[in-house]
């Protein structure tokens, strides 16, 4: 299974991105084809002004399309996820996600904005069309201590947290047929409760 891993963070040493590196570690172990997407790595005047055209926004968009998994990790930026990957998400086709199952990781300054990542980004992420978005992981900052060379290092609750999602990705995204399309219903068989 190829699994894309977005890192969100504007920032060159980030959290967010520590904990996709411990996920990546995961998953190698697990023999997974790894991608990764660093949105700060993308033209800025591309991604403001949505030119999908360029190279680097149409390189990363392929990216997107070409997984069958993907794990998004973003900071928490005034009680919602980073404006950086709102721009990339916003340039992506309405059903980019479709067929796909998502782990959505965040970090924050403190633990009261964990809920960032069920009021925020799983609405987009669903809008998208993923077809399966699992339980997310949020670490505070706390948890994600630099060691003595100055390198992010997760705490152990965030390490056994990331072992049960990477368990739970791999599971629900083996599952998935390839295709990942829902069958169409018949308007017939629609049930409604209005
Ligand atoms: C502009 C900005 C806004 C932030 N807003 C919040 C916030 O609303 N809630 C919170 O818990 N942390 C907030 N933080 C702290 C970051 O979410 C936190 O330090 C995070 O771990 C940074 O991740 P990164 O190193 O991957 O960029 C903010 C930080 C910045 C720079």
Do not use: W
Request: hydrophobic share 45%; net charge positive; aromatic share 4%.
């Amino acid at each position: 299974m190829s699994v894309l891993l977005i890192a969100g963070s504007p920032s060159e040493h980030s959290r967010s991105a520590a904990l996709l590196d411990e996920v990546s570690s995961r998953l190698g172990l697990r023999h997974a084809l790894i991608d990764r997407l660093h949105i700060r790595d993308l033209s800025p005047q591309a991604l403001l002004l949505a030119d999908v055209g360029h190279k680097s926004i149409a390189r990363a968009v392929g990216q997107v399309a070409a997984a069958r998994a993907l794990v998004v990790s973003t900071p928490v930026y005034k009680a919602a996820y980073s404006g950086v990957l709102k721009v990339f998400l916003d340039l992506l086709p309405q059903t980019a996600l479709q067929g796909k199952v998502v782990l959505p990781l965040a970090t924050g300054g403190s633990p009261h904005h964990m809920l960032a990542l069920d009021y925020a980004l799983r609405p987009v992420l669903q809008s998208l069309a993923a077809r399966h978005i699992l339980p997310g992981v949020y670490a505070s900052d706390a948890q994600i201590p630099k060691d003595g060379e100055g390198r992010y290092q997760v705490s152990q609750d965030i390490g056994d947290r990331l072992d049960d999602a990477v368990n739970t990705l791999l599971h629900e995204g083996l599952r998935m047929p390839a295709t990942g399309a829902f069958a169409s219903v018949p308007f017939s068989q629609v049930r409604c409760s209005v």
